[in-house]
């Protein structure tokens, strides 16, 4: 005879499929959190990268009376010339130093370092007898953001700014290109949104 007050053992079909929507509710949950954290110190990293290079840079024209020249060099050119000339490897206008090495304007140990593989972007490591000695160094080496990014740098800037041109692609790693200058103020892209200052490449 079944006892009226006997309590049932386990969980039925419906009870475990509640269970497990809500276990991958609460999963998802955390996983949009976690994401939003660290896209937000990414973002700030990037911003203090970006600082320490504007003080790089001033510090570079204070001492060679210009900030390195791009000319029509394309954007991994120009991102490899500006690691070359803050690290005391190319003078003012790109060109290697035929003499000794001059001073590195870049912070130990503050940057992470790209190269391409073919069409993609992979990290770069460079020996620390080369970035302390007076060895030549010729690499296509860049500056990488926290997206494993160049650092989109130009001087002078084709836009017709004055000054030059600093930013982070941002999160999507895609921007606008301004390569003549403007007459107006263009219209922000969606694409523009996430870099970094928000303001680039477009002076909105």
């Given at each position: 005879m ?30 949009t959190?976690?994401?939003?954290v ?36 394309d ?16 003078d ?11 001073r590195?304007?870049l ?13 993609e ?36 800037r ?47």
């Amino acid at each position: 005879m079944n006892c009226p007050n006997s309590r049932r053992k386990g969980f039925t079909l419906v009870e475990l499929l509640v269970v497990i929507i809500i276990i991958g509710i609460l999963a998802g949950i955390t996983f949009t959190g976690a994401s939003y954290v660290f896209t937000v110190q990414e973002e700030k990293k990037a911003r203090g990268e970006i600082e320490a290079l504007q003080m790089a840079l001033e510090q570079f024209k204070n001492e060679f009376g210009r900030y390195p020249e791009t000319a029509n060099a394309d954007e991994y050119d120009r991102s490899s010339l500006l690691f070359r000339s803050l690290s005391g490897f190319a003078d003012e206008f790109g060109e290697p130093l035929k003499e000794e090495r001059n001073r590195n304007f870049l912070p130990a140990d503050t940057f992470a370092l790209g190269e391409l593989d073919g069409s993609e972007v992979v990290g770069y490591s460079v020996e620390s007898s080369v970035l302390i000695g007076d060895k030549e160094f010729d690499e296509e080496v860049f500056i990488v953001d926290p997206w494993k990014v160049p650092y989109q740098y130009q001087y002078p800037r084709a836009d017709g700014h004055n000054g030059y041109l600093l930013f982070s692609k941002g999160p999507d790693g895609d921007s606008s290109s301004f390569t003549s200058e403007l007459t107006d103020t263009p219209t922000q892209a969606d694409i523009d949104k996430d870099n970094i200052p928000p303001s680039e490449p477009g002076k909105w």
